[in-house]
């Protein structure tokens, strides 16, 4: 398994271990414990050693070449060697391997991984509800008279780092009433009266996304009902509906759907999408997996959005919302 900054999460469930901006090669065997072929120095290998479960780290500056001789000396035999996400596994990685004896038994190995990878177990649960009130909590320090994004910003991310999280990813729309575009922003920004914030946080490697919106003025009523409808909308997910059913007839909640998305880790990614609402889901998700869904209404007096972490339901129960 590759595993960089930027695609973390499937070594990190099985590890504990996440590459800050360097890159490494898990090696899982049949039988023994996994190998971590890591392009650091080994000044840190005591310090992957101590925050991971690995039975053994080898520096690896060529992770490529690193991964034949260790096949070279665990597989005297070429054998089916199952990578995730195999047509994203970087060249410089790949092309040694592929053209070494094993190059033939490559196979993708992305579905397998999937299969095991949800549903979520109660540890995972309870780090991502930890995540999770970090988020809230941060969301709370937004100051009341915020004018401009760096300032909501800043007190974003200073309450989620003090509250431990490792990694925290905001993203704004700053003015409702000019487009519900979520942002990264690289400079500033005037807010308007009504805004949005979408917030990534992972604790230990456990990553949950809210999204709010603000209003510098009295919260509207529409946006309380808009919460409800959230709520109900979440309920009617589970592993065999992938997809937001049509309000009912004569409901009094507000708005009409203009986006949705529902994402969970089932590779290296921290989220990946397994359903919109512009395409059916590609394929099923257990009940019991930990999700995020994301939901966009256009209300009379203009867009909400909100965003939250879900656990999906399973044997007719409705998916439960962790927070």
Known sequence: MYTSFARPSAVAWLTHFVP???????????????VLL?????RVHDWIRSV???GEVRSA????RAAVNLLEERLPKPSS??????????WSVAEPIANSRYGGGLVDA????????????????????????????????????????SELLSALERSARLGGAEEVLPRIAPDLRAGTTLCRLEGDALLGERYAVELSVAYKATWVRITRCVSTQAVPPSWRAAADRFVETAGRLNEANLSLEPQVAGSARPGKT???????????PPLSIVATGEAPSPSALPGGSLACLSLQLELDDGPWLGGEPLILGSRGQPSRLLI
């Open 20 to 34: 800050y901006w360097n890159e490494a090669l898990l090696v899982v065997q049949p039988s023994g414990a996994p």
């Open 38 to 42: 890591a392009a650091f120095s080994k």
């Open 52 to 54: 991971s479960h690995l």
């Open 61 to 64: 500056p060529d992770l490529g």
């Open 81 to 90: 060697i199952g990578i995730l996400e195999l047509d994203a596994l970087p």
């Open 110 to 149: 992305t579905g397998l991984f999937a299969s095991i990878r949800q549903p979520a177990d109660e540890v995972e649960i309870r780090l991502a509800r930890r995540a999770a009130a970090i988020a809230v909590q941060a969301f709370k320090a937004i100051p009341t008279g915020a004018k401009r994004a």
């Open 258 to 268: 203009a986006a949705w998305t529902l994402e969970t880790c089932r590779g290296s």
